[in-house]
């Protein structure tokens, strides 16, 4: 606030003057007459003390009257002070609304800006889904991976782990595995029932061949007999010898004739015994072992043979005609010139006794080929039994010993007996199971069955059954080890293949991360490089615009000083202006390529930044020092450079009242890495500041030339290289030394140090 | 009200910034001195009276900060954070003038207890206008502590 002069109310001013006045001569005048006035003294002082008061009183109500005076004033300037702030008020309320449109606007715009982060998030939401299933798959794949190599591992460590693996065998695998297996089986079968019907066929004709044999051979036997019978019957000498001697009319002689006769035929045709009967049934001539007491059996054939005369043989029996053992006769009717049919009578009968086991029974037991259990039956019908005639192989019991009824059907006897011919699997008469033949002997009450035990076949069935089930099982095995090789090949394959590429994808993925990682580095130092350049190009907006009103304004006022003075400023801030474009566009270069990589020495690269500063340093005077400069580096060359270069003008511009400047370019091997240095023994830095430096347009000193982007620019390069930037400082006045790594210049360095 | 007329500190790198702010000022209502310093450091050696900053008498106590944000070595909301946390400084009004619109800034000077941010208009009659009210506001109306 400001402070006036006050001017005082004259009129009230000049009365209390006069007043004090008037009371001092009224005072002076009284002295004069005190002895005068003395009664009226006391009045008179009370007199003069009350005008004193009033004077008192005069003088308040001047100085109050003055403060009124003194505030109504105040409260006019105040009065005046507030038209003016209503007015700014207003104005303001005019500006307020304005700028609440522009709110208003500026909500749209916001709300619009909310929508695209909400888009923006949601999408994020989506891509993290994604990222979470991707995750997932991972996780899944990983799992399976893990378990293959466990099951791998376990095919050959474990057994535990071998079963599990076998059960892990996929459902169409061991549908494969169970249709082969049942395939080899039906095939096996197949071909052992194949080779069992073979065997049985091959069997069936032998035994047929056997049994058509036999029964020919039985059959010639019997018709041998027969036709040398009928030779007998209708001899010459039956005429001249044996009808006299039935007759009782021959020489005594003759009985010793037919005798020797007799005697030769029993030789010729090896018959035990024979017999002369007479047709009265009596035996008149015997020869041979015992003489024979006629059965009614041999009764009943002499008589059938001189009813029919015609030879025939009657059944074997045993126990009959005085003999015990097995035998059969065969009766002759002797016939004389008279043929048979031509009303000839027979005039007796001759009968041979045969005994079977000189040939019948022989030839039925023999077998053509070798055989534990083949056997030839002879059977005969007896009523309603099936009569075993000969020697059984399987059985003690004597011949015409054994009868079956004929409801054995099962029997191939029976089914013999029964007039059958043919064959099939029955059970003999020890109930055991045979392949039989059975047929009639043709011209004889005869039938043979030809048979061998089922159980003999089988057991050269066996051998091929095993060899069969063998083979099967070795197929079996052999296909399932072999699926399951293949299998495992398969899936081993299958793993390598999937492990190959889920490695692949997981480096890819990896690569995917690292670069994700990379763009949005980039995309925050983008965000960081706009925030800065656009903040500080807005600067000098501010200025130019500014002092172009300024400067119309003082054009106008002709305040010519003023207005060169706005210029001034005017140009300092489009000269700033140009140079942050111009730093900006430098920076926004560095990631293009100038020069393509190449192998270049510490050396190259610090004498050509030594070069682009060699004005600054011979200004200030500074030394400079290279040390290992053999040291190689692949990258672009002027890139490099640049590193140096800014940090050597850095240092320049740094140095601060050093009287002996000095700048050191080396390389320090920190472990694996080698990290390069620029040394100064300048102004050094504020430990405060020592990571702000590398700011985009950051200055340590506001006077110092230059936008401050020396050391952005520095580290993007570095960035570039995958290195790390950082200055030490022991303080203010202490020098500074910049430390870098540039990982990618010289990792590169001993392949390349290969290639020219 | 009365008295002295109030101290405006002024920590501003930008030389032209600081004059347009120094003649924006100029035609006040309210009586003012501002004074200027070049960066965050300068304020801060200023608040703490070191580093020729410690004659009483040559740099009068602030009743108010104008800061900017970026500047030379410290920078603004380094010297808000410090003002803010020091007792003996935190109670001075700081208003933050920048041409940063970034909600970051503005969220960080907030945060920091910033008393108000100005954004520097981009032309010559806001500037002033805004300097004028400001001047108006903070040292006229608004109650200032003591």
Known sequence: MRSENNKEPLSYTELAASLAAAVEEIAGHSEKQKKLAADLGAAHKENI?????????????????????????????????????????????????????????????????NQEKACRAAELAVANKELAFQNQEKADRAAELEHFLQTAAGDKKIPGAAARSFLDIPRHLAFLVAGLVLA????????????????????????????????????????????????????????????????????????????????????????????LVDNRGRVRLFVGIAKPALSQLALAGIKEVQRSQRPGLGGIYDKADNVSIPHLNLYVPLLGRAAPGAGGKCMGVLMFRINPERFLYPYIQSWPAPSRTAETLLLSREGDTALFLNKLRHSSAPPLSLRF???????????????????????????????????????????????????????????????????????????????????NVRQRNAYRNLSVVNAARLRSDALLEDKLKDLLEKNAELERFLYTASHDLKSPV?????????????????NAARAAADIGFIRAAADKMAELLDDLLGISRIGRVITPPALVTLQAVADEALAAVAGKLSERGVRTQV??????????????????????????????????????????????????????????????????????????????????????????????????????????????????????AVSNEPQQGEKP | MNGEPIVILLAEDENGHAELVRRSLEGAKVANTLIRVADGQEALD???????????????????????????????????????????????????????????????????????????????????ELMQTLDFYWLAWNKNPL
């Open chain 1, 49 to 113: 003390h009350l005008i004193k008061e009033q004077a008192a009183v005069a003088a308040e109500l001047a100085a109050s009257y003055k403060e009124l005076a003194f505030q109504n004033e105040e409260k006019a300037k105040r009065a005046a002070e507030l038209v003016i702030a209503n007015e700014e008020l207003a104005f303001q309320n005019g500006e307020k609304a304005k700028r609440a449109a522009e709110l208003v606007i500026a909500n749209e715009e916001l709300a619009f800006q």
């Open chain 2, 46 to 128: 200023y608040l703490y009276r070191k580093n020729g900053f410690s004659d009483p008498a040559k740099s009068p106590w602030p009743g108010i900060i104008m800061l900017d944000l970026r500047m030379p070595r410290v920078d603004g909301l380094t010297v808000l954070k410090s003002i803010k946390a020091d007792p003996g400084l935190m109670r001075i009004p700081v208003v933050i003038l920048t041409t940063s619109e970034a909600e970051k800034d503005i969220a960080e000077a907030y945060d920091c207890h910033a008393n108000s941010y100005l954004v520097k208009p981009m032309d010559f009659a806001k500037f002033t």
């Open chain 1, 542 to 558: 501010v200025t130019v615009r500014s002092f172009l009103g300024y400067l119309e304004k003082d054009l106008a006022g002709g």
């Open chain 1, 184 to 275: 080899f089986s039906c095939g096996g079968y197949l071909l052992y029932r194949n080779t069992k019907i073979n065997v049985y066929a091959g069997k069936y004709a032998e035994l047929k061949a056997i049994g058509e044999l036999k029964a020919g051979g039985l059959s010639n036997w019997w018709q041998e007999r027969l036709n040398n019978a009928a030779s007998l019957s209708l001899n010459l000498a039956n005429e001249s010898l044996v009808r006299p001697f039935l007759e009782n009319t021959a020489p005594a002689q003759t009985a010793g004739d037919i005798k020797a006769w007799l005697e030769n035929v029993l030789k010729s045709y090896d018959y035990e015994d024979a017999a």
């Open chain 1, 405 to 487: 009824p004929l409801s054995r059907k099962n029997s191939p006897a029976i089914q013999a007996v029964l007039g059958h011919e043919g064959a099939f699997e029955g059970k003999d008469y020890r109930g055991v199971k045979v392949l039989a033949d059975f047929r009639p002997v043709p011209g004889t009450p005869w039938f043979i069955v030809s048979k061998v035990d089922s159980e003999e076949i089988l057991s050269g069935l066996y051998l091929s059954a095993w060899l069969i089930l063998v083979f099967t099982c070795l197929c079996i095995l052999l296909s399932a080890g072999l699926i399951t090789l293949l299998y």
């Open chain 1, 627 to 744: 040390a290992g400069g053999t040291a190689a580096l692949f990258g672009d060359r002027l890139r490099l450079a640049e590193i140096w270069q800014n940090l050597v003008e850095n240092a320049c511009k740094y140095m601060g009242p050093q009287k002996e400047p000095r700048i050191d370019i080396g390389f320090e091997a920190r472990g694996a890495e080698r990290v390069f240095f620029v040394r100064d023994n300048g102004m050094g830095i504020d430990p405060r500041f020592l990571v702000k430096i590398f700011g985009l347009f950051e200055k340590l000193d506001a006077k110092a030339e230059g936008s401050g982007i020396g050391l952005a620019i520095v580290q993007r390069i570095v960035g570039l290289y995958g290195g790390r930037i950082w200055a030490e400082s022991a303080g203010e006045g202490q020098g500074s030394v910049f430390y870098f790594t540039l990982p990618g």
